[in-house]
């Protein structure tokens, strides 16, 4: 039995204390790149001021005989380049891997203190992030960090979803945890090829009209309306990460080129409570900035709220609607979220601005 106590001591002679609260850093887009292909590593200065997040994957999409020249090329771009404000994140190779070892080794030894997260695939369950967890604070000791390097969990296993909970409140270190539609789906044996979004064979349609004669014509059109494959998996992992004080986040969208469908899942995503999501290419950037920052009218009546609100006891009516302390926390969540982007982003700060004007 373990003390709730020692949930905050180091787990290492030496390591660095584990924070009591996830500091909230704007990652709208975790956008990944290959750091062993030379060209993409060459557009990092110039991306880095456009995205909240640079991955420098590992696992995914990194063939076997370039694993170590992806490693090897994330320590360079690290060491090379000051990212500014812009976080930078590595996703590892799954625990069961023959590379997964070097990779947290050479990385934390060696980038550790320019490196904020390590996004774990694959998790299971709690006992893969108590792993994790101590075997972190063991090279931060050997490497003389003063900060804790912080741990994501991709939500792409059966067994990930049933122990979602548990892996939320697995340790201190816990960052948020992303969804991972295509391998989760073939963990579930989903009959979905596609990477994210929707499918137009999942659908409800509506009821016939009746006849005449009292029955109901089989041929007759009849609406039908595509579901959301992936509701109820979001919904669970933002109530775990809510309920433990982390940051949930959609994954990958994989159809590149149908903008338009995944800005819908994105905003989804965002509706449900998801911080931010991955970006796989230049294009899906601007979508998840735009998604995951508050509309400056929505900002502006949230702010008219808290205003009128006060200490935010009571109720008022604005505009006919009544405003009370569930709605005054409400319009908090999007003050707060929109007040923090706003410090990063100038231009988004001008647009709040400005719709504060027009609402005066």
């Given amino acids: 039995m373990r003390s709730a106590k020692d949930f905050f001591r180091p787990l290492a002679v030496g390591a660095p204390a584990p924070l009591r609260e996830v500091p909230f850093r704007p990652s709208r887009m975790i956008h990944f790149f290959d750091p062993g292909n030379a060209k993409m590593a ?4 110039a991306l880095a001021p456009t995205v909240d997040v640079l991955l420098g994957n590992l696992e995914d999409a990194v063939p076997t005989d370039r694993k170590e020249a992806a490693r090897a090329g994330l320590v360079a771009v690290a060491r090379a380049h000051d990212l500014g404000g812009t976080q930078l994140w590595t996703r590892v190779n799954s625990l069961d891997s023959p590379w ?7 990385l934390v030894t060696e980038i550790g203190d320019r ?3 390590v996004m ?3 998790v299971e369950g709690p006992q893969d992030i108590h792993y994790v967890d ?4 063991q090279l931060e000791a050997r490497a003389g960090l003063d900060r804790p390097v912080l741990v994501h969990a991709i939500l792409e296993t059966a067994a990930g979803v049933a122990n979602v909970e548990a892996i939320a409140g697995a340790s201190p270190r816990m960052q948020g945890i992303s969804l991972g539609p295509a391998d989760l789906a073939a963990s579930r044996r989903m009959k979905t090829t596609r990477v994210g979004g929707g499918h137009p064979g999942y659908l409800v349609r509506e009821d016939p009209p009746p006849t005449s004669g009292g029955g ?3 041929d007759m059109p009849r609406v039908t309306y595509q579901q959301d494959l992936w509701h109820y998996t979001i919904a669970r992992m933002v109530d775990a990460c809510a309920a433990h004080g982390i940051l949930p986040y959609y994954g990958p969208f994989g159809d590149i080129q149908d903008v338009t469908a995944c800005e819908d899942q994105f905003r989804n995503a965002f509706l449900l409570g998801c911080v931010g999501a991955w970006t796989l290419h230049p294009v899906q950037i601007d979508i998840a900035k735009r998604v995951f920052s508050p509309a400056p009218q929505d900002v502006a009546w949230a702010e008219r709220v808290i205003e009128a609100m006060g200490d935010g006891t009571g109720a008022v009516m ?7 302390d569930a709605t005054y926390k409400q319009c908090r969540v999007v003050a707060e979220l929109a007040a923090a982007l706003a410090a990063r982003d100038p231009e988004l700060a001008a647009s709040y601005a400005a719709a504060r004007k027009a609402a005066l």
């Fill in 42 to 45: 060459a557009k990092v200065p």
């Fill in 100 to 106: 997964a070892l070097d990779d947290l080794v050479t």
């Fill in 115 to 117: 490196l904020d997260v």
């Fill in 120 to 122: 774990v695939p694959k």
């Fill in 134 to 137: 101590r075997l972190l604070a």
């Fill in 216 to 218: 109901t014509p089989g």
């Fill in 318 to 324: 604005i505009d006919g609607k009544m405003q009370d």
